[in-house]
C-alpha cells in the first residue's frame, strides 16, 4: 500500500510541475557560434516564444567541435524542459563522422519539431576567385590534387558533407578546412585563405550583393528564387546531388510528451507570425513546424541515410 501511495504521489508532483512550467527563464542552447544561421533563425522567434510561455527564452551558445560540445551539455541536462538545443542537419550529420561523439542523435533527445528547412547551401567563392562555375572548380581541382580548399564550420556540418560529397562523386581532392563556426569560415574565404564554402543562401545573398563572393551553385534540388540565376548542383553535372539544411528543437531525453507538446505548440505560433514569415522568406527560408511525432521518424530516416553517406565517403577515400 505504501508503494502504490508513493508511486501516486510522484505522478502527482510530476504533473504539478509540468502544469507549473515555465516559472523560470528557459535556455535555448544553439551548438555554434553567434551570427549563424541557427542562431539568427532562433534570434528571429524567441521574443515570440517568451511572449507566448510567459518568460524569458535565452539563446546560450556553446559552441566547439562543429556541435558536439552544445549538443552534449543539452544531452546531460534535466529534462524539465528549462534546457532547450537549436541546431541544424548537423544533429545526425556529425555522429558518423566521429567516433567520438558522447551522445546518439535520437536516443539521447527529446524530438520537439522539425522548425525551419532552407533551400540548400549555396557554393560560393572568392569574388576574384577564377572559376566561373562548378565545372571551372572541378577542373582546376583535378590538374592541381590537393592544391585547392574549402572551409567548414566542423564534421558533419552543412559546409562539410555538400564538399565531401563533391569530392567523392567527382573523384577530386579539395581539402577540408576546420573553423568553429561560419563566421570564422567566410573570413577566411573573403580573406583569401579559403578556396571555397558551401554556405546557407541568407549569407551568401548577403555577400553576393556586396560583391565580396560568387555563387556557383545551390545543392537543393530546384532553383532559388532568391538566386534564379544560379544553377543547382544537379544542373552543373551532379546527378541526385539534393541536400537541404534544417534547423530543429530538441529537449533532452526523458522530457514529458506532455512538455513536449507544449513547446512544440509554442514554436509552431512563433513561426506562424507575419513577420516572421516576412524574414523568413528574404532569407531563403521555409518555416515548417512538423509534429514531434513525425520529426522522431524525420531524425532517425536521415541519420541513417547520412550514416550511410558517411561509410561511402569513407570507402571511397581509402581507394
Known sequence: MKRVFLLVAGLLFATSSCAQW?????????????????DLILRMINGNLAAILGQPVI???????????????????????????FTTASHVNTPPFNENVPFDPVRDF???????????????????????SVADLVDSAKKN?????????????????PAELMNSLAGIDIVGVQYRGVAEAISD???????????GTQLAVQHAQAGRVRVLAITGAKRWKGL?????????????????????????????????????????????????????????????????????????KESALITALAKKISSQAKK
Open 22 to 38: 515555465p516559472s523560470k527563464p528557459i535556455h535555448a542552447v544553439v551548438p555554434s557560434p553567434p551570427g549563424g544561421p541557427p
Open 59 to 85: 539563446v546560450e551558445n556553446r559552441a566547439g567541435a562543429g556541435g558536439v560540445v552544445g549538443t552534449a551539455y543539452v544531452a546531460k541536462a534535466a529534462p524539465d524542459g528549462y534546457t532547450w538545443l
Open 110 to 132: 527529446a524530438h520537439v519539431t522539425l522548425a525551419a528547412q532552407n533551400f540548400g547551401q549555396a557554393l560560393i567563392v572568392p569574388a576574384n576567385s577564377p572559376a566561373k
Open 145 to 161: 590534387p590537393g592544391k585547392l580548399n574549402y572551409g567548414s564550420a566542423g564534421i558533419g556540418t552543412a559546409s562539410h558533407i
Open 189 to 199: 574565404l573573403l580573406a583569401g585563405r579559403v578556396d571555397l564554402f558551401f554556405v
Open 228 to 300: 534564379p540565376e544560379v544553377p543547382t548542383m544537379q544542373e552543373a553535372g551532379f546527378r541526385d546531388f539534393d541536400i537541404v539544411n534544417w534547423f530543429g528543437l530538441w529537449l533532452p531525453a526523458g522530457a514529458s510528451d506532455d512538455l513536449v507538446a507544449r513547446i512544440h505548440a509554442a514554436t509552431v505560433k512563433a513561426l506562424a507570425d507575419p513577420e516572421v514569415r516576412r524574414q523568413f522568406d528574404a532569407q531563403g527560408l521555409e518555416a515548417v513546424g512538423m509534429p514531434p511525432a513525425e520529426f522522431a521518424k524525420f531524425v532517425a
